[in-house]
């Protein structure tokens, strides 16, 4: 089933918001039919509270369309990171980290966890994929790598709601 088709076939965002998390999870997870079904029975009858919003990120990092990671993270496990998301989704990326900035004697490991995901937000943006992260008002960050046109279908479904999902 392509649930992404048949919703915005049937009026998309006009619908219920309980379709919002399936919508969500069919362009975060490229439409694997597991996680929009999951999503969309774990949302079916509470569609604007956090229940929901936590449903799809935890559903999306059980399909591993989704990874959690501190807000204090190494470099390395960041790269490691999005490295498994590119492999999850197959996004042809081979993601660099220009650090051509970082004063003599720093290095990538003095870089905090934020700047660290901007760096290699820019990065993938400028190659078509969008590293973004669910807000779940948290010192953690649920990270997701998409498509940019995916990611764009995203924030447009997420606007006027509680939810966001922006990106580095």
């Not at 975060?28 to 029975?41: H, K, L, P």
């Not at 996004?91 to 700047?115: H, M, Q, S, V, Y």
């Amino acid at each position: 089933m392509n649930f992404l088709k048949n919703f915005f076939a049937e009026g998309g965002a006009d619908k219920p918001l309980d379709n919002l998390f399936a919508a969500l999870a069919a362009l975060i997870s490229q439409n694997d039919g597991r996680a929009v079904e999951e999503v969309a029975t774990l949302t079916n009858g509470h569609p604007q509270n956090m229940e929901s919003w936590f449903a799809l990120a935890n559903v999306l990092k059980k399909y591993g369309y989704a990874r959690e990671i501190e807000w204090k993270e190494e470099i390395a496990d960041i790269l490691s990171v999005v490295e498994e998301l590119k492999k999850k989704i197959g996004a042809p990326l081979d993601i660099k980290l220009d650090i051509g900035f970082l004063d003599e004697g720093e290095d990538a490991d003095d870089l905090e966890t934020e700047r660290a995901l901007t760096l290699i937000g820019v990065w993938v943006v400028e190659h078509g994929y969008t590293l973004a992260h669910l807000d779940i008002d948290s010192d953690s960050y649920v990270l997701c790598l998409l498509p940019n046109n995916n990611y764009l279908q995203c924030e447009n479904l997420l606007e006027g709601t509680y939810f966001s999902m922006p990106p580095f």
